[in-house]
């Protein structure tokens, strides 16, 4: 039987941590500050599926940056490992990477995320995805499995979505994105049904209206 694991969930503060990474030793709370993170774990350094997506976070770094998100990867191998591997992806990807690379060689931050899974590996990380909003609340979260990468665009999508509902109080439907027009939040008295089928919304019916924002 596989070793049970605690899995933070969405509305729980992010673990707070002090660890070194490739910018130095930073504390999660104090580095992230008043941003939105994207904090995401990847299986070993040197690896092609983890080479390709560390290089795409890296590309759309300013896609982050103008949303207000800050990057940071993380996995199980040294701070050496670490920086011989983005000096790698410099030198034959041609890019830089911008984020910092969290070096958990003994596991306490990953322990912290729930990112083992020891019916995957004991000894890698999965592929997690932690949105974090400035308040330290863990917003979303995404696994993916080791032989498959990730989709950045999707995480763009989904923080756009999550600052939107957060701006503007309301939901996003299936596929959403910006500038489609939202949910309205359902209603929850006899008056606001009256007043929603009043309403100049884009009405499917009393408990499925969007807007234009």
């Keep these: 039987m596989s070793e049970a694991i605690s899995l933070p969930k969405i509305g729980d503060p992010a673990p707070d941590f002090t660890a070194v990474t490739t910018h130095g030793e930073i504390t999660f709370s104090k580095w992230a500050d008043k941003s939105w993170v994207v904090l995401f774990s990847h299986p070993a350094d040197f690896t092609p599926v983890c080479t390709t997506e560390l290089a795409e976070f890296a590309k759309r770094k300013d896609d ?19 920086l011989a591997w983005t000096q790698n992806i410099k030198e034959k990807l041609k890019v830089e990477i911008p984020y910092p690379l969290v070096a958990d060689l003994n ?19 999965v592929r997690a995805v932690f949105l974090i909003d400035p308040k330290k609340t863990i917003r979303a979260i995404i696994y993916y499995p080791m032989t498959n990468g990730r989709n950045i665009d999707e995480i763009i999508r989904l923080v ?37 089928l009043a309403s100049d919304y884009a009405k499917t019916d009393f408990y499925l209206c969007k807007k234009s924002l």
């Design 64 to 82: 982050f940056e103008k949303r207000n998100v800050k990057l940071i990867g993380l996995s199980i191998d040294s701070i050496h490992a670490h």
């Design 107 to 125: 596991m306490a931050v990953a322990h912290k995320y729930g990112m083992i899974h020891p019916g995957a590996s004991a000894t890698a990380t």
């Design 160 to 196: 756009d979505s999550l600052q939107t509902s957060e701006q503007h109080a309301c939901a996003t439907p299936v596929n959403w994105k910006p500038g489609d027009q939202v949910i309205v939040p359902p209603p929850k008295t006899e008056k606001e049904v009256a007043d929603r």
